[in-house]
């Protein structure tokens, strides 16, 4: 079985910082694309930010230049750092994997979402 825990949510003013975490951990033999995704109220799922094994990404327009992406191989982890948050950017963020399981193969997998909530 695969399990992705997320961290970092929380309330911050807008202009402000924060920076999420996803582990993934279980049976895996290799990660290959790792990404956020968010959903607001109302709202469909839309892609954040992705980085892939072979260290590309690729961002939503409209976090670029804010939100950097990256990975710790090493730790099965992806980090989002935020940065210049708006209040538009008010949504519950997900991690999302693409990971070969051990005797299972290759699927994806989500974690169970972090609110992130910026107001003044």
């Known amino acids: 079985q695969v399990q992705l825990v997320e961290s970092g949510g929380g309330l911050v003013q807008p202009g402000g910082s924060l920076r999420l975490s996803c582990t993934a951990s279980?049976?895996?033999?290799?990660?290959?694309?790792m990404g956020w995704y968010r959903q607001a109220p109302g709202n469909q799922r839309e892609l954040v930010a992705v980085?892939?094994?072979?260290?590309?990404?690729n961002y939503a327009a409209s976090v670029k230049g804010r939100f950097t992406i990256s990975r710790d191989n090493a730790k099965k982890t992806v980090h989002l750092q935020m940065n210049s948050l708006k209040p538009d950017d008010t949504a519950v963020y997900y991690c999302?994997?693409?990971?070969?399981?051990?005797?299972?193969?290759?699927?994806?997998?989500w974690g169970q979402g972090t609110q992130v909530t910026v107001s003044s």
């Open positions: 980085a892939t094994n072979t260290d590309s990404t």
């Open positions: 279980g049976s895996i033999s290799a990660i290959y694309a």
């Open positions: 999302k994997a693409d990971i070969w399981v051990t005797l299972r193969g290759r699927g994806e997998y």
